[in-house]
């Protein structure tokens, strides 16, 4: 028998233009809208789960996904490039950022390439996959984990002192449909503005939440350690890393630390 139900609990009305599939339980909603896109033309679809058995995280890690969280994925079939793809981890997450900044007035901030912090604490992660035929995109799964009612114990000890929940942050437990509608609205927006070719504009907006441009950091990119100030981030969202000896150097993936 597959890991995944075969159906989900509950089909949601149609959010702008939204259909989300939910599931009590999933492996991973990143690996059930990978199915769904690869056997259908679902676009705008999204694979929501209350609780993941294997919730994945950037870079083969493992992203713990409790009851409480809000785990969902997005299928896209974006006209772009796959090069461009990156692109929409960052729009992402400035609607993630911006949903949460006026939903519940916590000032939020973004890390390269793909958090969303509040209180200088993880609250949520993105998880952009893409499929390609002959260089240009299938489709597009953008997986986006917020820790919404989760209690920070639900994390293992080496996690709790770098992320956070709104839960943890408020001291109330949220109403995640409204959280999604938001979010959603947020999101439409940033992706039609994104293929009206505005990415300008776009990477500027996230740029003005990137609290940590302009500090030392130190970034994990393959097996190297760079140590410099986060200079800029580039057009194609590689970040530009000024190092000890005024060398600009071009990251493209990797994890960013405040160097305190
Ligand atoms: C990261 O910060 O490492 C990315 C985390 C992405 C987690 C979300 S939760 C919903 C979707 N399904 C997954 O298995 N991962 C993403």
């Known amino acids: 028998m597959s890991q995944n139900p075969q159906k989900p609990q509950k089909n949601h009305p149609n959010i702008q233009g939204y259909k989300i599939c939910h ?29 993941q058995k294997d919730g994945k995280g950037r870079m083969g890690r493992q992203w713990i996904s409790p009851k409480g969280g809000l785990w969902f994925s997005i299928i896209l079939r974006p006209q772009m490039s796959p090069k461009e793809a990156l692109k929409l981890t960052f729009i992402t997450s400035s609607a993630v950022a911006k949903t949460i900044e006026t ?30 035929r002959e260089n240009v995109i299938d489709f597009v799964i953008v997986g986006i984990g917020i820790n919404a009612n989760i ?18 942050e408020l001291g109330y437990n949220i109403r995640q449909k409204t959280l999604m509608k938001n979010f959603l609205q947020n999101f439409e927006h940033r992706y039609k503005l994104l ?23 130190e970034v994990v990119s393959f097996d190297e350690v760079l140590v ?19 060398v600009l150097k071009r990251v493209v993936a990797g994890d960013v630390e405040l160097r305190t």
Request: hydrophobic share 40%.
């Open 23 to 51: 599931y009590k339980t999933a492996t991973s909603t990143n690996d059930v809208a990978k199915e769904l896109a690869k056997k259908s033309n679902e676009e705008k679809t999204i694979v929501l789960a209350e609780v």
């Open 103 to 132: 939903m519940f007035c916590l000032k939020t901030a973004v890390k390269w390439p793909n958090d969303v912090l509040v209180n200088g604490r993880k609250i949520c992660g993105i998880l952009t996959e893409t499929s390609t």
């Open 151 to 168: 209690n920070l114990d639900s994390f293992p000890a080496n996690l709790q002192d770098t992320v956070t929940s709104l839960k943890h």
């Open 195 to 217: 293929q009206r070719r505005r990415w300008t504009v776009l990477l500027q907006e996230w740029k003005g939440l990137a609290t940590f441009l302009g500090k030392q950091v």
């Open 228 to 246: 410099g100030e986060a200079w800029d981030v580039c057009d194609d969202g590689a970040l530009i890393l000024r190092l000890k000896d005024g």
